[in-house]
């Protein structure tokens, strides 16, 4: 895991490119997703000193599939 590394779940398409191109041009290393199946796979994969999320989304709450990815 490297300090900078942040993953982000958000369904809405504008909002995470501008905080994934905020985030970026500060120096962290930015992993961007748009559904609870794949902030999963993403959180299975890897470690990452920060997550943001939405916490309302089409296929499921971001809280949940936060506390589901650290089991």
Avoid at 10 to 15: R, T
Avoid at 28 to 39: D, L, N, P, Y
């Amino acid at each position: 895991m490297d300090d900078r590394s942040v993953l982000i779940l958000e369904d809405d398409g504008v909002l995470c490119r501008q905080l994934s191109r905020c985030l970026d041009r500060r120096g962290f290393i930015v992993t961007a997703t748009g559904s609870v199946r794949e902030f999963r796979a993403s959180l299975a994969a890897s470690r990452y000193a920060a997550v943001l999320l939405d916490l309302s989304l089409p296929d499921g709450d971001g809280v949940e599939a936060w506390r589901a990815g650290r089991d």
